[in-house]
Antibody, heavy 120, light 107 residues
Framework: QLQLQESGPGLVKPSETLSLTCTVSGGSISSSSYYWGWIRQPPGKGLEWIGSIYYSGSTYYNPSLKSRVTISVDTSKNQFSLKLSSVTAADTAVYYC????????????WGQGTLVTVSS | DIQMTQSPSSVSASVGDRVTITCRASQGISSWLAWYQQKPGKAPKLLIYAASSLQSGVPSRFSGSGSGTDFTLTISSLQPEDFATYYCQQANSFPPAFGGGTKVEIK
């Protein structure tokens, strides 16, 4: 079945850029039916959608983060990636990647998540 | 942007109890609402989409209802594996937004 796995540094310094990659297995990221998304969850708090991308490169971003976010896709590696610039402690969170069904605007399935801490 | 408000923020219940969680949207979203279950240290799992459609593999004790601005998630007979945090998510328009969560705890 489809699986997603996040990878990247667990510690990022303030003002630097957070970079994560999501590797998709058990299915093609180039499927015409789906987008792919990033969601984050600060420790002990709720969920926040960051953005989503289609295999063609078309993107949607959360307006609250848009100025700092770049999501890209590499179909040859069946991966998509997140870059979040100028991070602060408020960006400390578990970052999840997920498949995004555009016609329903729902996320399923999700990766296991990776904790990124912003600290000097 | 559409804001989602869940209530209660936590509920204590016993195995076998009927549990109802409410989600309210700041503006009408028709039936474009999803529910997720999250267990500690795990990723959220989609339970219900389009307000009342059960995701494949989800037990039938879970049900959703509502339209417009007011929605409910009901667990008809709480099982030990159902103790978790539940989130609603509006799926009507960008940006998709989640409620603050409802933690279902053991009484």
């Amino acid at each position: 079945q489809l699986q997603l796995q996040e990878s990247g540094p667990g510690l990022v310094k303030p003002s630097e850029t957070l970079s994560l990659t999501c590797t998709v297995s058990g299915g093609s990221i180039s499927s015409s039916s789906y987008y792919w998304g990033w969601i984050r969850q600060p420790p002990g708090k709720g969920l926040e959608w960051i953005g989503s991308i289609y295999y063609s490169g078309s993107t949607y971003y959360n307006p609250s983060l848009k100025s700092r976010v770049t999501i890209s896709v590499d179909t040859s590696k069946n991966q998509f990636s997140l870059k979040l610039s100028s991070v602060t402690a408020a960006d400390t969170a578990v970052y999840y990647c997920a498949r995004f069904r555009l016609e329903l605007l729902v996320f399923d399935p999700w990766g296991q998540g990776t904790l990124v801490t912003v600290s000097s | 942007d559409i804001q989602m408000t869940q209530s209660p923020s936590s509920v204590s219940a016993s195995v076998g109890d009927r549990v109802t969680i409410t989600c309210r949207a700041s503006q009408g979203i028709s039936s474009w609402l999803a529910w997720y279950q999250q267990k500690p240290g795990k990723a959220p799992k989609l339970l219900i989409y389009a307000a009342s459609s059960l995701q494949s593999g989800v037990p039938s004790r879970f049900s959703g209802s509502g339209s417009g601005t007011d929605f409910t998630l009901t667990i008809s007979s709480l099982q030990p594996e159902d103790f978790a945090t539940y989130y609603c998510q509006q799926a009507n328009s960008f940006p998709p937004a989640f409620g603050g969560g409802t933690k279902v705890e053991i009484k």
